[in-house]
């Protein structure tokens, strides 16, 4: 018999990418969603409507009585409130859903279905940033509401591990990107802004700190570490990363080589622009706006147990990512007639999908 996945988020990123490498290997799939919620990444991948999609499920009296009823041998938990940015603005929100959230999974599985194989998908945020060596993870030390929840979701699929005896598996994830990624994430943002302005848009790409560093991989490659973790003999807690860290700065340098064209540094602090090496245009501007209100510096992973554990390393390397992503969004607005309309797309974003993907 074919075996069944859960998937909380599943329209999302992480959980579009998830279900298309299971459908390849012939489970049936199922997953949570939030009502209204765009399939754009489904049909991107080919696989619209092939999981079985359930929304709005209200509390933990319905996860278990769905969890009785399908009988899934893997849940993931990949839905969450995701945005830093967002989780300042709406904190109960984010431990609603990253906290709260997982409690009600874990509980459903022990009372339902105690054999599943749980996969909790962690912030690397939990850490405070390097350690005392300058590398790998500090301690500790979440700082945003998105994190601390995330910290709460960790130490509970401990918990229900070792006190419970579920299968729990909490993956302790880095930046994951790609063209599916959401358009409020930064990279993202550049990668838009710079199909954008290759194709003509002048309205230059906006960003807030630049200097900070992330451990940025490939998404695709993060979701089959999440089989692998499941796949393994026994449960544990796994960091899923690259172990090398990149500034935006260097992102949208990156970015923009893949649309082939080169960016000057000029000013400093807020005056700060990055302008055109051929022509002097403006490219890129720093807007207090996007600032947070406390950001880690420095967050990088250490996957070096991981590598040994499950035998999971990722392979795209960051400028392949960042070309990858210029590419896709460059593609997608093709189907676009003028620069207007660009300038209009990527102004909009809280359409999902580049505006479904500007179908």
Known sequence: ??????????????????????????????????????????????????????????????????????????????GSQSSVRNSFARPLEAVESDAVGTARLLEAIRRATPRSLFFQATSGLIFSGPGPDGKGRGGLMPQSPYACAKLYSHWLTLNYREFYGIFAVSGILYNHESPLRGENFVTRKIAMAVAGIKKGAKKPLQVGNINVRRDWGYAAEYAEGMRLALAANKPGDYVFATGKTHSVREFIEAAFRAAGMRVLWKGEGLDEKGVDAENGGTLVEISPKYFRPHENKVLEGDPSKTWKAIGWRPKTDFEALASMMVKADSAVLKRNRSAKDVEICIRNQKNAGFVNRII
């Open 1 to 78: 018999m074919a075996k069944k996945a859960f998937i909380t988020g599943i329209l999302g990123q992480d959980g579009s990418y998830l279900s298309a490498l299971l459908l390849r290997r012939g489970y049936k799939i199922y997953g949570s969603e939030l009502p209204g919620a765009s399939a754009w990444r489904h049909a991107e991948l080919g696989i619209a409507g092939k999981a079985r999609i359930y929304t709005g499920l209200k509390g933990f009296e319905s996860l278990r009585e769905l969890f009785g009823r399908i009988k899934p041998d893997e849940v993931y938990n990949l």
